[in-house]
T-cell receptor
Framework: GAVVSQHPSWVICKSGTSVKIECRSL??????MFWYRQFPKQSLMLMAT?????????EQGVEKDKFLINHASLTLSTLTVTSAHPEDSSFYIC????????????FGPGTRLTVL | GQNIDQPTEMTATEGAIVQINCTYQ??????LFWYQQHAGEAPTFLSY??LDGLEEKGRFSSFLSRSKGYSYLLLKELQMKDSASYLC??????????WGAGTKLIIKP
């Protein structure tokens, strides 16, 4: 199956700083990437959908100025958490979908963010 | 609205069989997915059903009834490593996944 990587795997930062998370599709071209957030013992919550070369579509309640998403190429999308606060501490997971099969999403391993 | 319902937690015995049910309501329907998620890890794909019936894949099987908006995941010959959360997700007409809250499966020796 297709491989999606995320970097970093985990990050600890101070409150008020910004953190960038990268999501890469390693062996296919991802026309669409999805960013999810998951709090402990809860299910995945879709934050935004990004299509290569266009602006991301954010879900209701997700601040687009706080969670900046850039999908500059067919293999890379980035999520930047700006001015992070402790309540942003969560598990962030990306998934990617190619242009051939809309029914398949391939998940990255996730990034655990802890904001002190 | 769109909604996925599945039990919060289930307990089963090693070597036994367990069935995890899921009911769904989506705007349009492009299939039903089951994922396994171990604590601290990303979900891994288990199965995909878009037509009615049973799909068998080794120890795991998944069933779909579109008329009832119902699916189940059947796990046979349970192993301790099957202890995980099992996520049911429906894909709507926009090819967006609508996620259930997950069923935590506890396997006892």
């Amino acid at each position: 199956g297709a491989v999606v990587s995320q970097h970093p795997s985990w990050v600890i930062c101070k409150s008020g700083t910004s953190v960038k998370i990268e999501c890469r599709s390693l062996d296919f071209q991802a026309t669409t990437m999805f960013w999810y957030r998951q709090f402990p013992k809860q299910s995945l919550m879709l934050m935004a959908t990004s299509n290569e070369g266009s602006k991301a579509t954010y879900e209701q309640g997700v601040e687009k100025d706080k969670f900046l998403i850039n999908h500059a190429s067919l293999t890379l999308s980035t999520l930047t958490v700006t001015s992070a606060h402790p309540e942003d501490s969560s598990f962030y997971i990306c998934s990617a979908r190619g242009e051939r099969d809309y029914n398949e999403q391939f998940f990255g391993p996730g990034t655990r963010l802890t904001v002190l | 609205g769109q909604n996925i319902d599945q039990p919060t937690e289930m307990t089963a015995t090693e070597g036994a069989i367990v069935q995890i049910n899921c009911t769904y309501q989506t705007s349009g329907f492009n299939g039903l997915f089951w994922y396994q998620q171990h604590a601290g890890e990303a979900p891994t794909f288990l199965s995909y059903n878009v037509l009615d019936g049973l799909e068998e894949k080794g120890r795991f099987s998944s069933f779909l009834s579109r008329s009832k908006g119902y699916s189940y995941l059947l796990l046979k010959e349970l192993q301790m490593k099957d202890s995980a959360s099992y996520l049911c997700a429906g894909m709507d007409s926009n090819y967006q996944l609508i996620w259930g809250a997950g069923t935590k499966l506890i396997i006892k020796p």
